[in-house]
Nanobody, 120 residues
Framework: QVHLVESGGGLVQPGGSLRLSCAASGSIRAIESLGWYRQAPGKQRELVATFSRDVGTNYADSVKGRFTISRDNAKNTVDLQMNSLKAEDTAVYYC??????????????WGQGTRVTVSS
């Protein structure tokens, strides 16, 4: 079992930056894939960025060049650096983890989410 806790969300002005962090605990050695997803009001959850051993790093087209996913194995965290934020980035952001080296379907483990609001 893996437990994920996100932090770092908040209110930011358009063009600003935020760094989200996800702390993993439990059977962390089993984690092979990590990801960040988001769900905006009235919309379905969508992929933001993922990292898996077999596939490498993958980003949604809407965040390429602005967001960066990174993993710190020593701290058991996965971060999402978000730059040049836009109003359309407003959403609840979720951290996800899985023991598979490539993901088909949903990730197995999910955090509770952290809210990001981009507004002036």
């Amino acid at each position: 079992q893996v437990h994920l806790v996100e932090s770092g969300g908040g209110l930011v002005q358009p063009g600003g930056s935020l760094r989200l962090s996800c702390a993993a605990s439990g059977s962390i050695r089993a984690i092979e894939s990590l990801g960040w997803y988001r769900q905006a009001p009235g919309k379905q959850r969508e992929l933001v960025a993922t990292f898996s051993r077999d596939v490498g790093t993958n980003y949604a087209d809407s965040v390429k060049g602005r967001f960066t996913i990174s993993r710190d194995n020593a701290k058991n965290t996965v971060d999402l650096q978000m730059n040049s934020l836009k109003a359309e980035d407003t959403a609840v952001y979720y951290c996800a983890a899985d023991g598979r080296t490539a993901i088909t379907g949903d990730f197995e483990y999910w955090g509770q989410g952290t809210r990001v609001t981009v507004s002036s």
